[in-house]
């Protein structure tokens, strides 16, 4: 699903009209479908319901939106933020159509002053904002802010119709200045605009964020922002298995790292890479680790297999395992490497990573202390994604402070420059670049850049990136010929997870693990599904659906 501009925006919906004859007035008819089903769905207790309509199409989605739930039998108040005069085209006609309904209560704001009037439509249980949309562009209003001002404080909840009122939505930042309308869930229509995947636009992280599909087809929604949205490769992993398949069929992965010593150690972090793999779906699954981690790293799980390597006084893994003899034992049969959890900085251990690196050809897969060993040698990553036969895949799984340390920046560079860092740096060094955070950036060699909007704040634990090393691995151990959908997929399902994982729990006590526990369900969610407007008709950036919605989406899609 690739993310528009404001003005793509407004090219796709003329070209849906000019080109392929879906009048404007039919999309905003399908907009305020959209908008009225989700209200019903996301907030089933609301029986009075209280509209704020500016003046543009926005406003106009919100007028026809009124109708519709007017229709179904909820109380509805629709206050039009400025005189019905100065509307014109689909809004006015939304207006006019509204004007004759018999089911709501229809109220003309058209200063500050005139609010004191309408307070008896802040006693709601709902409140759609439906001011600006897309097309705002700062300063807001007076009148605009005054209302701000009005609903500030209210229980109920509010539903943001395309962003929430004050939102640029071209904005690439998780937050902005300025007055913005608060926010409970959010619905735009026909492709996400970048406020949609890197804004903090509701109140919590996981209130829903959707995209509703109202007719444009696909050949109208393109976009040169090189911006995709990443659960759109979900697909890939969700595809079933031919029935005479067997685990050579879905790659061996080697895991590489650990570290167990007498001043302590990372055993964990290979152990949980390990079961990333695993639980991701690779055939098999090899990990790797110095002798004195190896109790620890093997009772991880029955099915994973071992190899011993030999170790430092301190518990790291040897340079000496270097010998070309152990190491094509090693590597024998498997189709992706994985390096890095758990694996120490020493040089004993610097010189074998270097080395591994370099006599294989394998797609790799490089976290954690292997990335700092990377970052002594910054031109070592351009040598090693070219080999005799080719180019090389190689992902690279960096947290803020490891990209920063391979750049010679600062992490405050990093984060400031997200985007534009990933991009350029995997265009450079011809790799993929998984930039960890919140809003996870994949970005390939090609200039594409996915955006994850699965996750949470949760997830901000020792073990996560463990964890997604894994997931990464052993997809990609899967799909070796559809690189970028599968680390796409891999990023968003262990999202995903643990967004499922905290549904009912608390942020604070989130592990790695648990996250794990819920990847099968995660594997099953019918996020496509929802653009079937028979169900729900929506695509979840951002939130999950009611469990009930999920079973009944999950049983329709599996039929």
């Known amino acids: 699903m690739h993310v528009l501009s404001a003005v793509e925006m407004q090219v796709c919906d003329r070209l849906t009209t000019e080109k392929f004859g879906v009048s404007s007035l039919d999309l905003m008819r399908a907009a305020s479908l959209a908008v009225a089903s989700f209200a019903r769905s996301q907030f089933p207790r609301a029986r009075r319901v209280t509209i704020l309509c500016g003046k543009g199409n926005n406003g106009g989605d919100g007028m026809m939106a009124a109708r519709e739930l007017a229709h179904e039998g909820l109380e509805v108040t629709t206050l039009l933020l400025g005189s019905p005069e100065e509307l014109k085209g689909d809004a006015a006609t939304a207006w006019r159509e509204l004007a004759t309904s018999e089911h709501c209560l229809i109220h003309v704001v058209n200063s500050a002053a005139d609010l004191a009037e309408h307070n008896d439509a802040l006693q709601t249980d709902l409140i759609i904002d439906a001011v600006f949309g897309t097309g705002f562009k700062p300063p807001m209003t007076t009148l605009a802010v005054a209302v701000l001002e009005w609903i500030k404080g209210r229980d109920a909840p509010v539903l943001s119709v395309d962003l929430p009122s004050g939102w640029v939505a071209d904005a690439m930042s998780a937050t902005i200045t300025g007055p913005v309308y608060p926010s409970d869930a959010v619905i735009t229509f026909t492709a996400p605009k970048p406020a949609h995947v890197f804004g903090q636009l509701t109140r919590r992280g996981n209130q829903p964020v959707v995209v509703a599909s109202i007719g444009s087809p696909r050949e109208a929604i393109v976009s040169t922002l090189d911006l995709d949205w990443a659960g759109s490769s979900l697909a890939l992993a969700q595809a079933p298995r031919a029935s005479g398949s067997n685990k050579g069929n879905f790659g061996h992965v080697l895991v590489v790292g650990g570290s167990f010593g007498s001043a302590g150690g990372k055993a964990g972090a290979p152990a949980m890479t390990s079961l990333g793999a695993l639980r991701a ?32 006084t301190d518990g790291q893994i040897a340079a000496e395992n270097l010998d070309p003899n152990t190491v094509a034992a090693l590597i024998k049969g498997k189709t992706v490497l994985a390096i890095g959890p758990g694996l120490g900085q020493s040089p004993d251990t610097a010189k074998f990573t270097i080395g591994l690196l370099s006599m294989t050809t394998m797609p790799v897969v490089i976290d954690a202390d292997a990335l700092n060993i990377l970052s002594s040698d910054p031109g070592l990553l351009p040598k090693l994604a070219l080999t005799k036969q080719g180019k090389r895949t190689i992902v690279l799984t960096p947290h803020p402070g490891e990209m920063a340390r391979l750049l010679n920046r600062t992490v405050a560079d990093v984060q400031a420059h997200r985007v534009e860092i990933a991009r350029s740096f995997a265009i450079e060094n011809g790799v993929t670049l998984v930039l960890k955070g919140a809003r996870t950036l994949i970005a390939h060699p090609n200039g594409r850049v996915a955006v994850n909007t699965s996750g949470n704040p949760g997830m901000a634990k020792g073990g996560s990136g463990d964890l997604l090393t894994g997931i990464v691995a052993g997809l990609l151990a899967q799909h070796p010929n559809d690189v970028e959908r599968a680390v796409e997929a891999a990023v968003y399902l262990h999202g995903l997870a643990a967004d499922m994982a905290l549904r009912g729990a608390d942020e604070h006590t989130l592990l790695a693990t648990d996250s794990l526990a819920h990847l099968a369900r995660a594997f099953q969610f019918p996020a496509f599904h929802f653009r079937n407007r028979s169900q729900t008709g929506y695509v979840w950036l951002q939130g999950l659906p009611a469990e009930s919605s999920f079973a009944a989406a999950s049983r329709e899609a599996a039929q």
């Open 281 to 312: 779906g690779a055939g098999l699954v090899t990990a790797a680790v110095p002798a004195p981690a190896m109790r620890l790293v093997s009772a991880a799980a029955l099915e994973l297999m071992t190899w011993s390597l030999t170790a430092t």
